[in-house]
């Protein structure tokens, strides 16, 4: 069973940098495409960054790129999202999910098959 726990939300201040961590158990992330969403009180789930292990691409949703990075530590089996320069319309509940690569076809919500529990994070201005 595939398990995965986002963790390292928090309250910042605007300007901050946070990292989240996204710690897999029972599998390890070879062969997935590894994602973060997020998601706003009253909004849409919306894809934030996206990385495929095969190749090592990345996406980001434009609101976020020159800010945010997506990376990997296979030795911990960990995937990170090092955020930087927050700003308060990035306040959301972040999740971490996974794709088989064979079924990775874009960073969408609708792509990935299994999620973690998502982490807090909340920035003010």
């Known amino acids: 069973e595939v398990q995965l726990q986002a963790s390292g939300g928090g309250l910042v201040q605007a300007g901050a940098s946070l990292r989240l961590s996204c710690s897999a158990s029972r599998f390890t992330f070879d062969d997935y495409a590894i994602g973060w969403f997020r998601q706003a009180p009253g909004k849409e789930r919306e894809s934030v960054s996206c990385i495929s292990t095969t190749n090592l691409s990345t996406y980001y949703a434009d609101s976020v790129k020159g800010r945010f990075t997506i990376s990997t530590n296979n030795a911990k089996n960990t995937v990170y999202l090092q955020m930087n320069s927050l700003k308060p319309e990035d306040t959301a509940v972040y999740f971490c999910?996974?794709?088989?690569?064979?079924?990775?076809?874009?960073?969408?919500?609708?792509?990935?098959?299994?999620w973690g529990q998502g982490t807090l994070v909340t920035v003010s201005s």
């Open positions: 999910a996974v794709v088989v690569e064979g079924d990775y076809n874009a960073c969408s919500a609708w792509d990935f098959a299994y």
